[in-house]
């Protein structure tokens, strides 16, 4: 297993434009998480998944930002209208919950988007 | 909510210098506690964790201990090289996604 993979590792877009990520989580990870890192600062939580149904949205979510995780396997984030602001690192994880306790989170490379 | 406050940045040492970065954290309940690195375009990856009181995580000469009484978690290394130079990230995980919440990050830097 080659763990968790993001595509694109780099992104620049216009504002206004929409934009699409990808993750592919470790393959029998079920929980799958969504963060968003600006320069300086630590990730921030945004969503998580758990199999393919999203169980919890950050308020930083807003209405332009959508994920999805049809069948349970890799998810993809996309931003609607980018602004400048949504400029940040965006870093997906995973991790396999079967029981109470304390489930590491594997954490991918990142996609790193410039909005223009 | 759930906060981490961490020591802020950046630090530079000389190599075999001992090294700690502050973590304290507010959470309801006793959350379990982690340290992450990341290293120069690379991803975070999970340093080591505690996950109850007087815990003692460690990991590649790292150690963190869990104190309840102070709500902290501070990293320590008895002796730093140049390949330790990264970001530091001390997180928290809580609510029922168990999602991590992150300190703001301690740039590391070790001269030879």
């Known amino acids: 297993d080659t763990g968790v993979s993001q595509d694109p590792r780099h992104k620049i877009t216009k504002r206004g434009q929409n934009v699409t990520f990808r993750c592919d989580p470790i393959?029998?990870?079920?929980?799958l998480y969504w963060y968003r890192q600006t320069l300086g600062q630590g990730p921030e939580f945004l969503t998580y998944f758990q199999n393919e149904a999203q169980l919890e949205k950050s308020r930083l979510l807003s209405d332009r930002f959508s994920a999805e995780r049809p069948k349970g396997s890799f998810s993809t984030l996309e931003i609607q209208r980018t602004e400048q602001g949504d400029s940040a690192m965006y870093l997906c994880?995973?991790?396999?919950?079967?029981?109470?306790?304390?489930?590491?989170?594997?954490f991918g490379p990142g996609t790193r988007l410039t909005v223009t | 909510g759930n906060s981490v406050t961490q020591m802020e940045g950046p630090v530079t040492l000389s190599e075999e210098a001992f090294l700690t970065i502050n973590c304290t954290y507010t959470?309801?309940?006793?959350?379990?506690l982690f340290w992450y690195v990341q290293y120069p375009g690379e991803g975070l990856q999970l340093l080591l964790k505690a996950t109850k009181a007087d815990d003692k995580g460690s990991n590649k000469g790292f150690e963190a201990t869990y104190r309840k009484e102070t709500t902290s978690f501070h990293l320590e290394k008895g002796s730093v090289q140049v390949s330790d130079s990264a970001v530091y990230f001390c997180?928290?995980?809580?609510?029922?996604?168990?999602?991590?919440?992150f300190g703001s990050g301690t740039q590391l830097t070790v001269l030879p």
């Open positions: 997180a928290s995980v809580s609510g029922s996604a168990r999602q991590l919440t």
């Open positions: 959470a309801t309940g006793y959350p379990s």
């Open positions: 393959s029998e990870h079920n929980r």
């Open positions: 994880a995973s991790s396999l919950a079967q029981a109470a306790g304390v489930h590491e989170q594997y």
